[in-house]
């Protein structure tokens, strides 16, 4: 937009104003008394000015607490898949947000709009136009200008007023504010800079009334000094899970992908908005649950003051104060950035490397293909189902529409899988780049989806999204030894990288496969370990539990395979699925015989649901799984905290 | 509800308040915050236990013999408010004696809490002036519950903690309106208000707003499924329960539910006992009706309806209107508030309580006119009957306890995310997911013994039945005690609990019955 243009505009014409405005659009201003504060189309009820802020953050009105992804039909043999349109009825004009929450919608405009850009939210904005009003007064909460936020709005609105007693002084900061502007132009009177130095004065008497003051600038030293200070524990045994702090909060972004059925075959799949604060909200396969209490509590701060800063260059907390207010046992951002200050002055521990190191993976800009939009799956028929072991299943598929094979790239490393009517599983590739023609997972049937998964057959319908996430590299990997190390169905996302080695042996060197499990049959890929071991440079260990006649294996774990093996450690690249805990026993060796960690690549599945970087599942500090990973390096991995 | 919060000792018995009664709990934590302490006595180390300034792992089923041993050591060490006792009291010398040999060591060979934790929290709870007292199902549902608050009322008046702010006993109610249903006499003894039928004037009162109708007593709900089973009763309209889960011993309620010739099951959802029903009727929710509920704090508020009810759903009084006009009685109400004004000439308590009125924040009863403000403190100055009656409350073993055959206790209980049956919250899959299926909580000493491993499904077994559940090992739990919630139906709790009942108003001892684990 070009030069900011300053207007006045008379208290006693506001009215007048927003009714112009309203014929055209929606116009919706905050009604309400004391706490209970809320944007309300004009004219239900009475607008208040009487007010510190909303209770719930403008997010509100363009993220919305419940939010349709597609709906699909069942009819015959086919499935029908439709986006659901996201357009309000008009446009709206929401008056009356305060700085912290355009500040709020300037950060969710980059998370949201950019890389993998949210359909939803892009249609919902585009039809959204923001005007602060400025606040002179400061709740007991309030803390925007310690973070930079506030006290008046620079980021985010399309207009800015601020009340300057008898007038407001209106700015625009786009395009779309001075539109308004031009609306209603005969009550806007153009002024000059000279406005800026009362409006200055305003603002600088506002900051001083401010009852809170912190100084944060070494708020990352201090934090990276207290990542296991003893006062996590007494907010972790406080915080009973309510949510309540994450659903007020203007950056809080995670949603949860939910089925909402009609019949056996209708329905839709919606999202809500969900929270780190759930206990739950990480839990992975077995039980696995990647945060305790602790860091569970720990995470949602260390999101808002340092995580997103980090990753996006924008304030995860705007300072409103309002997850404060609401906690019913008094847990509070202030008192422990207070207490983050204090135990780095007192007890500072040594700096925890997760929040030290720089490790900033490139935000790879990406979109998919598809038409449809980022959470619609494109429909795909069941060509062939094979049993792998008792209770793994190998499914190979075909998109219905031959073109997308056609235009399939291959820069993922899994596909989220739609079993319609039930839910979404995100399934590695296990095949290699050469297949364009047909996709196949490899699964355990552990839970819901998977199961009914499970029972599927040739001819059924699933849906695909992907391929997302960051895959194996493999052009870095010739000329070297490779060594694989997988346990049951871990292996299938090292048969990406399998099926192309087996190709072109030439580009190679050692190529080591070491397959572990229970039992013999508990192992996927038993005929094919037999095929590729037909190949000169490759070797297949296998380590199990029980001895078996099928193979010579090893009778206990794979680390008991390692030294054993005559390898040019230094020329060696790993690659590495399992869990988490296994994954460090198994590095920890290799370094011993002199791997370096960047040669030891390593797949960290935790929870996910939208593959994209949005849903929020599974972040690990300021990293999405789902995008940066699944594939890491080990020293990546050892960067990132320990909460995978 | 704010007078916690101006407490200098909060006593939380048989409570978890932090996930049962979260905003109640809120108010614990200010009073923490202006420097108050906080005694827990719980058979599990509950969340409040990490905040607590002492605590007493008692247990289950024992509250009674420790609350008479800090009787009996505030009476020896002459800790006791002589003036309250005189002037507002009775029957002190009774009462006195009776606890005369219910020394602290005595209590500890019972209750397992050391006999100088008892001593501390006497001594703690008699030398602080704002004390009070917070209690629950952990209390009530025992064989000896009627008698532990009897007892709690004894501790309170002998020490002169009744009838000012921030003291007291105060039972929290586990749902938004047990109060309400209560004061509407939804109990088997009263007329609404809590009027005795017996009473003549409260015949008169009735007959003129009624007309003619029956006085008897009714029955409680363990008597009528006993009814049910042998026979005599011969119809039920159950309405929003789901006694399959919420009742004891869950063979006989199912036994008896499908003995009953009719059964009427009205509820916002086909919950399992409405699988047993011959007719069901829809209710709607309380985002679908207008109406009252009245919480812990006797605070009698409106609920707005906010959306239309669903399907053929019909707000619950609809429904029992439409029942009286097919019996053939004369309906004069058109709307809640048309039954409001009845209740208001019907009782004391609600005789100022009308819609208009509590419009805001609600009326606290008693509230006798439509210019009483309502009242916050029962007991100032004097206690509803006159003086305070002290009562003799002796403990014995009624019920279930170890036996070589079953030699854990085990203790019923909710979790934060789910309430009561699940009927409504297992349905939401935010709080679903959080707690998707039941668990029995075990001592890590007890799990090593019996090689029992985290999340392996064991099997409970009690005289009653057996059911399966995933082992959650903890040190929260006392070791031999076993705790399971009873929200659900694959694991239900209930099956386990038994029919030892309280002697004196047959609350079932929910919180005790005595079980074996084994390894599934
Ligand atoms: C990047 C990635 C690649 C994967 N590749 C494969 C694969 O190739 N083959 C395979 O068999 N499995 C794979 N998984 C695991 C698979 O996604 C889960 O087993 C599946 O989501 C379970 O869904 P469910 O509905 O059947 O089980 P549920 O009934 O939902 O739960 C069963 C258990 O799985 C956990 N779980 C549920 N959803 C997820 C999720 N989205 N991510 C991780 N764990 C979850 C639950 O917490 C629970 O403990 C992969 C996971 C990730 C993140
Ligand atoms: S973290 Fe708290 S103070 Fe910061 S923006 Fe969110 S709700 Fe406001
Ligand atoms: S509002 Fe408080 S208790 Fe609730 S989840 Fe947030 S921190 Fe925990
Ligand atoms: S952000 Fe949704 S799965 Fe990663």
Redesign the interface.
């Known amino acids: 937009m070009e030069g900011n243009k300053l207007y006045t505009l008379k208290r006693e014409n506001l009215d007048q104003v927003l009714n112009i405005w309203n014929k055209k659009s929606s116009v919706y201003v905050p009604v309400g008394q004391g706490k209970d504060i809320n944007l309300m189309p004009l004219g239900e009820a009475e607008r208040t000015e009487d007010y510190i802020n909303l209770t719930l953050p403008v997010k509100e009105m363009i993220f919305e607490q419940k939010e349709n992804l597609f709906k699909w039909k069942r009819n015959e043999q086919e499935i029908e898949v439709d986006s659901l349109a996201h357009q309000h009825r008009k446009d709206r004009i929401l008056y009356g947000v305060r700085a912290c929450d355009t500040y709020g919608v300037a950060y969710t405009d980059r998370f949201f709009l950019q890389e993998f850009p949210d359909p939803n939210y892009q249609s919902r904005r585009s039809q959204t136009t923001i005007i602060a009003v400025n606040c002179l007064e400061a709740g007991q909460h309030c803390f925007c200008t310690s973070v930079g936020t506030g006290v008046f709005s620079t980021i985010g609105h399309d207009l800015a007023f601020t009340p300057m007693g008898s007038y407001f002084l209106v700015e625009a900061g786009t395009d779309k504010g001075q539109a308004l502007v031009s609306e209603a132009g005969t009550f806007f009177n153009e002024t000059d800079d000279n406005i800026l130095k009362k409006k200055n004065a305003l603002k600088e008497k506002t900051e001083e009334s401010f009852p809170l003051k912190m100084d944060l600038t070494n708020l990352w030293e201090d934090m990276s000094k207290t990542f296991n200070a003893a006062f996590w524990t007494d907010e972790a045994n406080a915080c009973i899970g309510c949510t309540g702090c994450t659903n007020v909060c203007p950056t809080c972004t995670c949603f949860n992908v939910v089925e909402e059925n009609s019949d056996l075959n209708q329905g839709q799949r919606v999202r809500y908005w969900d929270s780190c604060q759930s206990d739950h909200f990480t839990r992975n396969a077995e039980h696995h649950n990647p945060r305790d209490s602790v860091s569970r509590v720990r995470y949602r701060i260390y999101d808002k003051l340092k995580y997103i800063e980090e990753r996006f260059g924008f304030k995860g907390c705007s300072g409103c104060g309002r997850c404060t207010d609401v906690c019913p046992t008094y847990i509070s951002i202030i008192d422990i950035i207070a207490s983050t200050q204090k135990a780095a002055k007192e007890n500072p521990e040594p700096p925890a490397i997760h929040q030290t190191t720089a490790i900033r993976h490139e935000i790879k800009d990406r979109e998919l293909k598809s038409l449809k939009g980022l959470y619609t799956p494109d429909i795909a028929t069941i060509t062939r189902v094979k049993q792998e072991t008792p209770e793994i299943k190998r499914i190979f598929m075909k998109y219905d529409d031959p073109d997308l094979h056609k235009n399939y790239e291959y820069k993922g490393q899994f596909f989220q899988v739609t079993v319609f009517g039930e839910g979404e599983v995100p399934l590695s590739i296990p095949f290699g780049p050469d297949q364009t023609d047909e996709l196949v997972f490899d699964f355990k049937n552990v839970g819901s989806v998977t199961n009914v998964l499970y029972q599927m057959k040739e001819g059924d319908k699933v849906g695909l999204r992907g391929p997302y996430g960051r895959a194996f590299p493999y052009d870095i990997l010739k000329g070297r030894n490779l060594i694989f190390i997988g346990s049951g169905v871990a292996m299938a996302p090292l048969r990406t990288v399998i099926e192309p080695v087996v190709k072109h042996p030439n580009d190679f060197n050692q190529v080591i496969i070491l397959a572990s499990a229970l039992r013999y049959e508990k192992l996927i890929y038993k005929d094919e370990m037999k095929e590729w071991e037909k190949n000169k440079n490759l070797t297949v260990k296998y380590a199990l539990k029980d001895p078996s006649d099928e193979v010579d294996a090893h009778v206990g774990y794979v680390n008991d395979l390692l030294p054993e093996l005559d390898l040019d450690w230094s020329n060696t690249t790993a690659l590495v699925c399992a869990s988490p805990r296994r994954i460090k026993k198994v590095a920890r060796d290799l370094m011993d015989l002199g791997m370096k960690p960047s040669d030891i690549l390593v797949t960290l599945e935790t929870h996910m649901r939208c593959g994209a970087g949005k849903c929020g599942h599974c972040k690990v500090g300021s990293h999405y799984m789902c995008v940066d990973g699944p594939v890491f390096n080990y020293e990546e991995m050892m960067a990132l905290p320990p909460e995978y | 509800m704010d007078d916690i919060s101006g407490a200098e000792l909060i006593l939380v018995i048989g409570s978890n308040t932090?996930?049962q009664h979260?905003?109640a709990?809120?108010r614990i934590?200010?009073a923490l915050?202006k420097g108050a302490e906080l005694y827990v006595v719980d058979p599990r180390r509950i969340?409040l236990t990490?905040?607590a300034h002492a605590y007493a792992a008692i247990e289950p089923g024992t509250n009674l013999p420790m609350i008479n041993a800090m009787i009996h050591v505030i009476i020896k060490d002459n800790l006791v408010d002589r003036d309250f006792i005189k002037k507002r009291t009775e029957n002190y010398e009774e009462m006195k004696k009776s606890v005369e040999n219910c020394t602290p060591e005595w209590a500890e060979s019972i209750s397992k809490v050391p006999a100088d934790t008892i001593r501390q929290f006497a001594h703690k709870y008699a030398t602080t002036d704002k004390a009070m007292i917070l209690f629950t199902m952990g209390v009530t549902q025992q064989t000896t519950g009627v008698k532990s608050i009897r007892a709690l009322a004894n501790l309170a008046m002998i020490t002169g903690h009744v009838g000012r702010p921030s003291t007291g006993i105060n039972p929290l109610r586990g749902q938004n309106n047990v109060q309400g249903a209560g004061d509407m006499a939804a109990l088997p003894d009263f007329l609404p208000g809590y009027q005795r039928p017996e009473w003549q004037q409260t015949k008169d009162r009735f007959t003129k707003i009624w007309g003619d109708f029956s006085c008897l007593r009714g029955r409680n709900i363990i008597e009528m499924f006993n009814l049910m089973d042998e026979g005599i009763m011969k119809a039920a309209y159950i309405v929003g329960e789901n006694p399959i889960l919420s009742d004891p011993d869950q063979n006989h309620t199912i036994h008896c539910l499908e003995k009953i010739p009719f059964l009427v099951v009205q509820d916002i959802f086909l919950t399992e006992t409405a699988e047993y029903a011959d007719v069901v009727l829809p209710a709607a929710s309380f985002l679908e009706r207008e109406g009252t509920y009245t919480n812990t704090d006797r605070r009698v508020q409106m609920i707005h309806k906010v959306i239309e009810p669903v399907g053929d759903s019909k707000p619950d009084w609809e429904i029992m209107i439409e029942i009286m006009k097919r019996v053939g009685m004369d309906v004069k109400y058109q709307c809640p508030s048309d039954i409001m004004d009845e209740i208001n000439e019907a009782t004391e308590i609600y005789g100022g309580i009308t819609h208009e009125r509590i419009h805001d924040v609600g009326i606290q009863w008693p509230c006798p006119d439509k210019e009483h403000p309502g009242t916050p403190i029962l007991h100032v100055g004097e206690f509803k009957r006159g003086k305070g009656l002290f009562t003799v409350n002796d403990f014995e073993f009624i019920g279930d306890q170890r036996t070589d055959e079953y030699p854990y206790l085990l203790t019923t209980g909710r979790v934060?995310?789910q309430y009561h049956t699940g009927t409504m919250t297992r349905k939401v899959?935010?709080l679903a997911?959080?707690y998707p299926h039941g668990f029995v909580e075990i001592h890590p000493k007890d799990a090593e013994n019996l090689g029992i491993k985290?999340?392996q499904p064991v099997k409970i077994t009690s005289a009653r039945g057996s059911i399966v559940a995933p082992a959650l090992i903890t040190d929260r739990i006392n070791e031999k005690t076993l705790f399971v919630p009873f929200h659900f139906s694959e694991s239900p709790a209930n099956r386990l609990t038994g029919q030892n009942l309280d002697p004196i108003i047959n609350i079932p001892a929910l919180k005790v019955s005595a079980v074996r684990i084994e390894v599934e």
């Open positions: 932090t996930e979260p905003l709990s809120t934590f200010e915050e969340r990490d905040f934060t995310h899959w935010t997911r959080e985290n999340h």
